[in-house]
């Protein structure tokens, strides 16, 4: 995980929450419906370039994800944005294992969904609204690019997961 991305605690997650903070679930629909913090919003990682002014300004955003490594891409992406955002370090997974409530879909108690798909898997089909994933053989990651609504600026909305090279 980058260490400049400004992470919390579930502890301090919830407190945030209790304060006002969205929890922002970026995780994809599967995972949704088999279980989430109670009062989370939910806009998956692939939607996030469509939904994000959707999203209130006004108020933090922690985003969460299985582990906090997509949910990291989305505080990056965010945070360019122009949004105050935060990651949950370790993700659902950290939240469970911290004893923090998680409720399925149709209201019963929830689990974390266990993907084991590689990195990016999650992105095909192709991001929708016009972004997409770049790889360059230099570097050993890739970086998501989401654009704007129409897609039609040179410059992305949002670009997550590597540097702006």
Known sequence: MDSDVPTVTPEEATTLVEEGAVLLD????????????????HVSLRRLAAEHTSLPSDRPLVAVCRSGSR?????????NAGYEAVNLAGGMQAWAAAGHPLVAEG???GRVACRSERPFEHLDPPVEDGGHVE???ARPHRRLV??????????????????RR
Do not use: F, I, K, N
């Open 107 to 109: 209201g019963g108690p």
């Open 135 to 137: 790889a360059d053989a």
């Open 26 to 41: 970026v995780r994809e629909d599967d995972e949704w419906a088999a279980g989430h913090a109670p009062g989370a919003r």
């Open 146 to 163: 989401l654009q704007p609504a129409g897609g039609q600026s040179p410059q992305p909305a949002l670009l997550v997961g590597g540097d």
């Open 71 to 79: 949910s990291q891409m989305a505080t990056v992406a965010l945070l």
